[in-house]
């Protein structure tokens, strides 16, 4: 069983969604499609108010070398262009709203058997961008930019991220569980991108035993190699991921292809092989609605531009007022101030607590315990990016080991002192970026 | 016995010589000279070492006026008084600064802005915005947690019901509270002695506007049409009044259904 | 209930956290300094007791004093100022009138700890400044060390004053077990050493002390006093005796791990933990005092935010030659 050698902390897992099996939510009347889903320029309208479009449509086009197309998820009538809705980073941002006529009619071409053994590397990419696939995990980085890396990196090493390291997630290990064909036809469709000494791990914590069997046997007779991680957070990031299995760190501002490998969440490469085998763009995705307050906790099928509302009442409603509302897993993602919010192609989950935390949430004094120090994976001192953050001294804290903090928030999670670490790094990073220009 | 008192005694004498006398012949080695005039000027000044003049610190305004006698170097916060005083020590004509002073275009209390969620974290405006849209549903509006008062050196801010208020006092329009400010809600405006103006940035439609605050600018040109001196320009749906046009009669507050227009009772001798 | 009508709550990631706090940190260290206190009323009597008590409730009332007037929460529950307490408490004759105990309680809290900034912003151990302060004040009453299981208060030189006064010769008769279990002169809680270590052994494994700090401020002590042991047995007493007898244990095990004075990073711990055996062993063979625990911590706990500097600016440079 292998793991990343520094730092990583056990935070209670609460996977209570593990055992339900995927179900999928009818699509609503209305859909809020956000123009940004994913990292880089939002995607530009090209529809009309008005316009009627099909389940499918491309709404929206990539503006810019990294960005992605929107689709329209349902057939219907687009009733706005630029209405301005919350997003699941807290800020309003522009969304396109559809008003669903239930057809669920496909466009052209759409949803259909696709012989895609023969085709070329780049037939294979272009359908890829087409389908407007960006990285599922969360960061939302444009997946054909990400399979394309420049020449002279080569790749030696792929990686399925099934780590899904973070507490109450589980949508990754329902789709190992309920489709591994399609997950592995999706990785050799990847792995066909790339040359014949490709090797390709699959990497799955060890608190998925059923994952990790399932996914060994339907593995057999192809090369892939399925590893077993210790669960440890954050085993399911980038770094980490390939230090545990090929042993390789990246250094400050390395990116995974300097290191010859390509990390891709189980959900994307599902939504690839839905994209070149089946000419399905990316309109839908598993997520997990999780916590103690919903009434029943479920794994959907949800269509993107749904609002948090209706997947609230999909689950029963609520068992009590909440006072947090969590997109995403608790360790990195953001608390939203409202609940009508609509999914985006890298909502993983929708967290509804009552978190007790908050009222213990008051900063006291560094006391120099140093455990902040033991757990950073990236082997920083946090204490020290606090101290100069609070006197307002960011300048002086050094700007490759600020950069090198990719804020997974271990640092947080065991300061006894209750410090906003990662908040004030996030702080620091931002003030520097404002004097810069 | 004398011996134990008299060696101790001319020991640490002699000691106490070498070292004064040293005391003196370094002091006057390295000693800086001060020019008198510098000394006169840096006098006159606030102390504040604000930054506002784009020197640093008061010192060293004083110096490069001296050295330079530029008479656009100017300090936001002394008087025209003050100003004639340190251009009679040298001898010149200073052109000062006008008097301005810093305003909130926001009026979006707790009582009368809808307000999105509460927030547990750092009391920063900056902060709060990276965590999310910010406390109150309004994009224009002031966030209320204070990055502009950490800034300001005078002491003439302070949060009163979730919004920014200046001390008028005490603000002497340096300006450094504008740029802490991550929505643009500050701004310095001329001192006049009936200052009115629009407290409010919303270019939202009036029907939005209306929905989150009780006090935002609608965008139904009612000043517009009220001024006499055509003073007032509506512009996507959010009002701003031109100072230098404005007669300060009056009439645009009186028909302002929303109260978005305030007045301002500036002192001009500060 | 489906429907929501309180305002959601918007904090920054991560939303969960440890079981942790400081004040679970704090109270862990009390009750493994439990096994001290009782040792010393068995050995000492109930005097003991009211010395103990008598630190505490000085402490935590300057504390409180303090954030009062500083007019900020109120931070003398969260157990430092307990902890504080009871060190200072440990480390002085169980004998010593108690206006003297208040005496150094305040002079450990108000001026070592809340001077600086209170709580995480102190550079000296507070319950080591109290103790010098008091053995620099009053020598006489510091130094007059109960014997152990006496009817009347009998006081007498501790082990290493003896040694320090009268040599190796008038120590033959302190056996081991007498020394590991503490039945011999000495303030409250260096006598037995027995002690000291189950509490040790509690904290060790709730992960709050890092071992490498007192096992090698301690080995540092037993190899330096060895070698002059080594070299000359009748000038020298034994290691073994040096490692047993005075604060040793519990300074290298509850003073030098303080977290808030010691240093953050690996390098810096284990320079801090030599240069204070060797302080102590130093002070010890050579210095006019009896006992150099105290002064060898306080001298190096000024030097931990240099350590810490260093090593920063190594790791900076480091980071930046891999790229």
């Known amino acids: 069983m292998r793991t990343f050698k520094k730092g990583g902390i056990h935070p209670p897992e609460n996977k209570i969604t593990a055992d339900v099996p995927i179900e999928t939510l009818p699509t609503p009347h209305v859909l809020t499609v956000l123009l940004s889903q994913h990292l880089g320029k939002p995607a530009k309208p090209i529809v009309q108010k008005g316009e009627s479009v099909k389940k499918g449509q491309l709404i929206a086009e990539a503006d810019g070398f990294i960005s992605a197309h929107v689709h329209a998820p349902t057939s219907g009538k687009i009733t706005s262009v630029d209405e301005r809705s919350p997003n699941p980073a807290g800020q309003y941002s522009q969304a396109i709203i559809i008003e669903a006529d239930g057809q669920e009619e496909w466009a052209e071409g759409m949803n259909i058997d696709i012989e895609y053994a023969s085709f070329p590397r780049e037939e294979k990419l272009r359908k890829i961008q087409d389908a407007g696939i960006v990285g599922m995990g969360g960061a939302g980085f444009p997946s054909h930019v990400k399979l394309n890396p420049p020449k002279d990196k080569k790749i030696d090493t792929l990686i399925l991220n099934g780590a899904e390291c973070e507490p109450f997630l589980t949508p990754d290990y329902r789709l190992l569980m309920e489709e591994p064909e399609r997950v592995i036809k999706g990785l050799e469709i990847v792995a066909s991108l790339f040359g014949e000494d490709l090797k390709v791990y699959i990497g799955i914590e060890q608190n998925k035993p059923r994952a990790i069997r399932i996914m060994k046997e339907r593995s057999k007779g192809t090369p892939f190699e399925v590893v077993s991680l210790k669960t440890k957070y954050p085993q399911g990031s980038e770094k980490q991921l390939i230090n545990a299995l090929t ?64 997947i609230v009442e999909y689950c029963g409603g609520l068992k009590e007022e909440i006072n947090q509302l969590i997109v995403g897993g608790p360790m990195m993602n953001k608390s939203q101030f409202t609940l009508d919010v609509p999914i985006t192609k890298t909502t993983s989950g929708i967290l509804l607590i009552n978190n007790k935390e908050l009222d213990r949430l008051r900063e006291m004094a560094c006391i120099r315990c140093g455990k902040c120090v033991d757990v950073c994976p990236q082997g920083l001192q946090p204490w020290r990016f606090v101290d100069l953050a609070q006197n307002r001294r960011t300048d002086e804290i050094p700007v490759n080991m600020l950069n090198d903090c990719m804020e997974c928030g271990s640092c947080t999670f065991v300061c006894p002192a209750r410090r906003d670490i990662v908040h004030w790094i996030k702080y620091a990073k931002a003030m520097n970026a404002r004097r810069k220009g | 016995m004398l011996n134990s008192i008299f060696i101790p005694v001319i020991t640490l004498t002699v000691t106490a010589l070498v070292l004064g006398i040293s005391i003196v012949l370094v002091s006057k080695k390295f000693h800086v000279d001060e020019d008198p005039l510098v000394e006169a000027v840096v006098k006159l000044l606030p102390g504040a070492n604000c930054g506002a003049c784009g020197q640093a610190g008061c010192s060293q305004f004083a110096v490069t006026l001296v050295a330079t006698r530029d008479p656009n170097l100017a300090c936001p916060a002394l008087s025209a008084d003050g100003t004639e005083q340190i251009g009679a020590i040298l001898g010149m004509e200073l052109s000062g600064m006008k008097p301005v002073i810093c305003t909130v275009k926001c009026q979006g209390t707790t009582a009368v802005a809808k307000q999105t969620a509460e927030y547990h974290g750092i009391m920063d405006c900056w902060a709060a915005k990276q965590a999310f849209h910010g406390t109150k549903v309004c994009p224009y509006a002031c966030l209320g947690l204070g990055s502009c008062l950490s800034a300001c050196t005078y002491d003439a801010m302070r949060i009163v019901d979730g919004i920014v208020e200046i001390i008028e006092e005490n603000c002497v329009g340096c300006g450094l509270c504008i740029k802490e400010c991550p929505v643009n809600v500050l701004e310095l405006q001329e001192k006049k002695p009936n200052r009115y103006l629009v407290a409010c940035r919303s270019t939202d439609k009036g029907a939005a506007t209306k929905k989150y605050c009780e006090v935002g600018c609608i965008g139904c040109k009612k000043c517009e049409k009220a001024c006499p001196a055509e003073a007032i320009t509506v512009d996507n749906f959010c009002a701003v009044i031109d100072q230098s046009i404005c007669t300060s009669c009056g009439a645009c507050i009186e028909a302002c259904p929303t109260h978005a227009i305030v007045l301002k009772e500036d002192n001009i001798r500060y | ?283 010890r063979l050579f210095g006019g005092y009896p006992e150099g625990v105290s002064f060898a911590i306080l001298i190096m706990n000024a030097f931990v935010p240099l350590l810490d500097r260093w090593d920063l600016y190594s790791m900076t440079k480091r980071r930046e030659a891999v790229k």
């Not at chain 3, 060790?204 to 401020?217: C, M, N, Q, T, V």
């Not at chain 3, 009748?234 to 519990?250: E, K, R, V």
């Open chain 1, 247 to 310: 042993g390789r760190t990246l250094t400050v501002g390395q990116l995974p292809f300097d290191a010859g490998c390509l990390v891709h969440n189980t959900a994307t490469i599902y939504a690839i092989y839905e994209a070149v085998a089946k000419n399905k763009p990316l309109i839908e995705r598993v997520l997990s609605v999780s916590g103690m307050s919903i009434k029943n906790a479920k794994n959907l099928r949800a269509t993107i531009g749904t609002k948090i509302t209706d």
């Open chain 3, 1 to 283: 209930m489906d429907a929501q009508t309180r305002p959601l709550i918007v904090s920054y990631a991560p939303h969960i956290r440890t079981e942790n706090s400081i004040e679970k940190i704090m109270y862990t260290v009390v009750i493994a300094l439990i096994p001290s206190i009782i040792t010393s009323v068995y050995y000492f009597g109930f005097r003991a007791l009211s010395v103990v008590i008598v630190a505490v409730l000085t402490c935590m009332a300057s504390e409180f004093i303090v954030n009062k007037i500083r007019k900020k929460e109120l931070t003398c529950f969260n157990g430092s100022a307990v902890v504080t307490g009871i060190l200072l408490a440990l480390n002085v004759p169980s004998g010593l009138p108690l206006l003297m105990v208040v005496l150094g309680s305040v002079v450990a809290i108000i001026i070592t700890k809340e001077l600086f900034g209170g709580l995480g912003f102190n550079i000296f151990n507070p319950a080591l400044v109290g103790r010098v302060f008091l053995l620099i004040s009053f020598p006489v009453a510091m130094t007059a060390w109960p014997v152990p299981h006496a009817v009347d208060v009998i006081t007498a030189a501790s082990p290493l004053g003896i040694l320090k006064t009268e040599g190796v010769a008038a120590i033959a008769d302190i056996t081991f077990w007498k020394l590991f279990f503490g039945e011999i002169g000495g303030s409250m809680g260096e006598t037995s050493a027995l002690a000291i270590l189950i509490g040790a052994a509690l904290l060790a494994i709730r992960g709050y002390i890092f071992l490498k700090i007192p096992l090698i401020f301690i080995g540092t002590t037993f190899a330096f006093t060895g070698i002059f042991y080594l070299i000359d047995p009748t000038q020298y007493a034994s290691p073994i005796f040096h490692l047993m007898s005075g604060g040793l244990m519990l300074g290298a095990f509850f003073m030098a791990t303080d977290m808030v004075t010691s240093p953050m990073m690996v390098r810096g711990q284990i320079i801090f933990a030599f240069c204070c055996g060797l302080l102590t062993g130093i002070i």
